[in-house]
């Protein structure tokens, strides 16, 4: 068991064998089929699925929104729990889709580590670096998977030194790729010194390991075609002098990765990064909060919001609260307390997540994820405690790059709509602002994609069209300062001014030019682009 150097106490057992992770990458890294492979080795599936199905080739399970389905991409953040070896996984996959970058972004608040899963012929993308960016920010460890070795991939000192570079972290090999593409016949486990050999012929079948002395074993020839041998052997030896040794301490202090080659598809590679996060990935960690830090090995329960995602069952408009423990042993009827209302709460059947199935969660301990199904009681960023008020901080809400109006087909279901924007406000879903003058909202998202979502989902949600039309304003800005002064602003700039669904005063802005104006002509106010989920 790795110990971080801390007086911290060691952590109960259960506690203990639990690791929390995400996952991500760049759209098409092949994150949602190395879920896939990490739930067939948990035994939690029997077959995997493939992102787009063909015939009998089953949809993976990660992906449960009618559009995920149809476009073959992840939308939301699923989180899945699962048993290997003996630790107990928590997973959340994230969508690699930069224009769902913030549910991501907040995802990575609730775990304690991350995997990291790159192409390798096409190396760290754009979206895998403003990704690890927030890794960074929050010290995140992280485990590296470098993904689709059985196709034309480029050099593997390559593939490290731009991960090195561009990411600024050391990279350490965990396994090294023999041969690529058509030639790639497995890896060398330079951790274990074993030889892993894929099977290509069955794709959900566990690579064969062959244990060896060394390089200079022998029993290596067998299996290795002199070519590649040779080139294998020259590899590892100038990885060894060139890249540091693994240095499990720096691992945790998010210093350091480890990377491992493999192809997930063939299930190739999957096991020793599975391995990898046991041995290396860390423990649950504590929680900041206001005004103490929460440590997972308190008695009392306390857990966070991290998600909420509506309608996952569209035939009771249930709503989920994604809630990750920060503490203590949960048990299903326990009484929290709701920190932002002071009101108790009695968690009669939360559930954990497998998938798209769920099954009701008896007990659940720190690290742990569980889904509170609730009728809007419970928003992003809400702490549930056994009656302490602390308030877990640190999660982003950022202003929206693109701002459009929105209409009800039938003007008649004009209550419906703000109903339905509602809910995918508080799900974090998109910006819902209600402009001072003039009726109607404006819809404000990350990304062009999001309006397509959202409007499918209120059509398929609420039976209800909708179409998105442009809009004056470019972006948005929360302003805050002193009672007088915002009073004196609003009222001189009453056609810029809205409020989002938290009742918070918005600007919206057509220009940087207008920025620069207010923060020129009013001192005393602050503008900023993003917000601390409110509680």
């Known amino acids: 068991m790795l110990d971080t150097v801390t007086n911290r106490p060691d952590l109960p057992a259960e506690i203990a064998r639990r690791r929390t992770f995400a996952i991500i990458s760049h759209p098409d890294a092949g994150k949602t089929t190395l879920t896939e492979k990490f739930l067939?080795?948990?035994?939690?599936?029997?077959?995997?699925?493939?992102?787009?199905?063909k015939g009998e080739a089953r949809r993976t399970r990660s992906d449960f929104m009618q559009m995920e389905k149809d476009r073959g991409i992840s939308v939301s953040a699923s989180a899945m729990s699962f048993d290997f070896a003996n630790y107990r996984f928590n997973l959340v996959d994230t969508p690699g889709h930069s224009d769902f970058s913030e549910d991501t972004y907040r995802t990575l608040t609730a775990v304690d580590a991350a995997v990291m899963v790159i192409d390798g012929a096409k190396g760290g993308e754009s979206q895998t670096q403003k990704l690890f960016e927030v890794c960074r920010l929050r010290d995140l460890p992280i485990l590296t998977f470098c993904n689709k070795m059985d196709r034309e991939s480029r050099d593997t000192f390559e593939i490290i030194d731009e991960?090195?570079?561009?990411?600024?972290?050391?990279?350490?090999?965990?396994?090294?790729?023999?041969?690529?593409?058509?030639?790639?016949?497995?890896c060398y486990d330079m951790l274990r010194d074993r030889l892993e050999l894929m099977d290509r012929a069955d794709r959900n079948k566990v690579a064969e390991s062959?244990?060896?002395?060394?390089?200079?074993?022998?029993?290596?020839a067998e299996h290795v075609p002199a070519h590649l041998l040779d080139k294998l052997l020259e590899e590892v030896e100038m990885a060894r002098e060139l890249l540091p040794a693994l240095d499990p301490q720096s691992v945790l202090e998010g210093h350091m990765t480890p990377i491992w080659f493999g192809s997930a598809i063939n299930s190739f590679g999957v096991k020793e990064l599975m391995d990898g996060i046991s041995t290396y990935g860390p423990e649950p960690q504590p929680q900041s909060a206001e005004p103490r830090q929460i440590a997972p090995d308190e008695k009392k329960?306390?857990?966070?919001?991290?998600?909420?995602?509506?309608?996952?069952?569209?035939?009771?408009?249930?709503?989920?609260?994604?809630?990750?423990?920060?503490?203590?042993?949960?048990?299903?009827?326990?009484?929290?307390?709701?920190?932002?209302?002071?009101?108790?709460?009695?968690?009669?059947?939360?559930?954990?997540?497998?998938?798209?199935?769920?099954?009701?969660?008896?007990?659940?301990?720190?690290?742990?994820?569980?889904?509170?199904?609730?009728?809007?009681?419970?928003?992003?960023?809400?702490?549930?405690?056994?009656?302490?008020?602390?308030?877990?901080?640190?999660?982003?809400?950022?202003?929206?790059?693109?701002?459009?109006?929105?209409?009800?087909?039938?003007?008649?279901?004009?209550?419906?709509?703000?109903?339905?924007?509602?809910?995918?406000?508080?799900?974090?879903?998109?910006?819902?602002?209600?402009?001072s003058i003039g009726s109607g909202f404006i819809v404000g998202v990350v990304g062009q994609l999001q309006f397509e979502v959202l409007a499918s989902r209120i059509e398929m949600e609420y039976g209800l069209p909708v179409r998105f039309e442009a809009s004056q304003f470019t972006s948005a800005r929360w302003v805050s300062g002193d009672k007088q002064a915002m009073d004196k602003f609003i009222n001189t700039n009453k056609q810029h001014i809205a409020h989002d669904h938290d009742g918070d005063v918005v600007y919206l802005t057509r220009l940087q030019w207008d920025i620069d104006r207010v923060e020129r002509d009013y001192p005393d106010l602050k503008l900023t682009a993003t917000k601390e989920m409110m509680v």
């Open 40 to 53: 067939l080795y948990g035994g939690a599936i029997q077959m995997a699925g493939q992102v787009r199905a």
């Open 163 to 186: 991960i090195q570079q561009n990411l600024a972290i050391d990279v350490t090999p965990a396994s090294w790729p023999i041969g690529v593409g058509r030639d790639f016949i497995g």
């Open 210 to 220: 062959i244990a060896i002395e060394g390089l200079d074993d022998p029993k290596l």
């Open 301 to 435: 329960v306390a857990g966070f919001v991290f998600k909420v995602q509506a309608n996952m069952d569209p035939k009771h408009r249930d709503r989920v609260a994604f809630v990750r423990l920060a503490s203590g042993h949960f048990k299903r009827g326990m009484k929290l307390t709701h920190v932002r209302t002071k009101k108790p709460m009695a968690v009669s059947n939360p559930v954990l997540f497998l998938a798209s199935d769920r099954e009701l969660a008896e007990e659940a301990w720190a690290g742990d994820i569980i889904g509170i199904p609730n009728h809007g009681q419970l928003r992003i960023g809400d702490t549930l405690t056994e009656g302490e008020a602390l308030r877990v901080s640190g999660i982003p809400s950022f202003a929206p790059e693109l701002l459009q109006g929105v209409r009800a087909g039938d003007p008649m279901k004009a209550k419906h709509l703000e109903k339905a924007l509602m809910q995918f406000a508080e799900e974090g879903a998109a910006k819902v602002f209600k402009p």
